[in-house]
């Protein structure tokens, strides 16, 4: 050992006051027992599981060759599937599921507390009561309007959460969050985030498929369902009842037996290729994609074939209404349950498109929203009530989970020199059904108007966590490493909402 008494005062000056204990044999043997009884503390506390546990990041481990294949959840979960069904344009709350008897009694009042009111598109005028009456629903008595009756009856399956949050009051940015957890563009969607941490049980289909609305698409449309910075082969695959994938069909000229031949040819091709190209994950990625393509061609056709569901189910989910619109929703709430039947993991239905301008096929009701949502409510409300009846008597709601959103609530108040609702991200209505949340229940609330929540306050962050935490993931740990960063659906927020959840 070195010893301080061999070197010059100058020499001593260029170490730590650290270094120079070490450098004399008592010091040295000191310091290191001290390391190794922090080293057998650290061993007994670990043997003994009163260590903090680690939140080290978990990224599945993918076969490119079946990428989507089964993969484990973190822990046991209670959902095998989920259902998103997203309303378009921001569904007001206080019309439709938050009851205020405030807001009645007070109806034509100035908002309380507040002199001059601006919100997204200006001033706001009075406050103005619900524009349908509510009434109790079901067994457990909850208020609900009767702009949705036909979901109204199914309130004994839900699980409200009336204290939702949002971070932005314009449409893109919300939806965004939504669907992505971020406001910004370049996110992976929530189904691409479930697939890719899950795979799928049926190797046939897509593990995440989006249903865009009959009118058209939402309006940040893919940024729905795309993969960002994940594997692109995990991206939502987007088709509907009246739209499905392209290119899929046989060409008239080529035989069924001929085409088998093909692709029987095609195969042995690749696999002697991959042969001659050992761990060329890429190949083998690009084949695997391939493959699923000349699956779907056979079973994407069986799926959207709507014909094979008898007469009764048919009326049950409005499928044969003169209303266009509404058969063509009530045809893409049927394709989302057979879809949930088959195994594909994550379904994303759509309700309202912004293809035809402001309020017009959305629920962004700033001028007219008793006329307009006159319109929606019908589109709406037989087919996606006839969606979760359905799964219900199947059997299916035990492990699938059904989330209902909309990107943020809309204002207690009229705008002022209209008579529709401005947005309001401080306060809204989401609700659950199915896998794992109590039911019937209802979790956190807004303000006596409906304005802010104000009670058990919940994000969008941490409705992902729950989502996830009912496949058997946590929002915590599942990861993807990213320019540098470990990106998480949930950034660095949210927590499992556990008061809504089944002990």
Sequence with gaps: MLSTAILSRSERATFSQTGRRLLDRRGFLNHASMGLGGVALAAMLAEQRLLAESKSPIRPGIDSSKPFAHRPAHFEPRAKRVLMIFCSGALSHVDTFDFKPELVKRDGQPLPGVDKLVTFQGENGNLTRPLWDFQPRGQCGKMISNLLPNLAEMADEMCFIHSMTAKSNTHGPAENQMSTGYT?????????????????ENQDLPAFVAIPDPRGVPQVGPNHWNSAFLPAVFQGVA???????????????ISAAADRASRDFLKRLNDRHLERNPGDTDLAARIASYEMAARLQLTAVEVSDLSRESRATQELYGVLDVNKTKAGFARNCLLARRLLERGVRFVQLFNGSYAMGEGVGNWDGHKTLAAQYSVHAPILDQPAAALLRDLKSRGLLADTLVAFVTEFGRMPTFQKGASGRDHNPHGFTVWLAGAGVKAPFSFGSTDDFGHKAVKNVTSIYDLHATILHLLGLDHERLSYYHNGIERRLTDVHGRVIEEVLLS
Excluded: C, M, Q
């Design 239 to 253: 088709f509907n009842a009246d739209k499905p994938i392209s290119h899929l069909a046989r060409p008239a000229e």
């Design 184 to 200: 910004l563009e370049g996110f992976p969607g929530i189904g691409t985030w479930v697939s890719y941490a899950l795979g799928t």
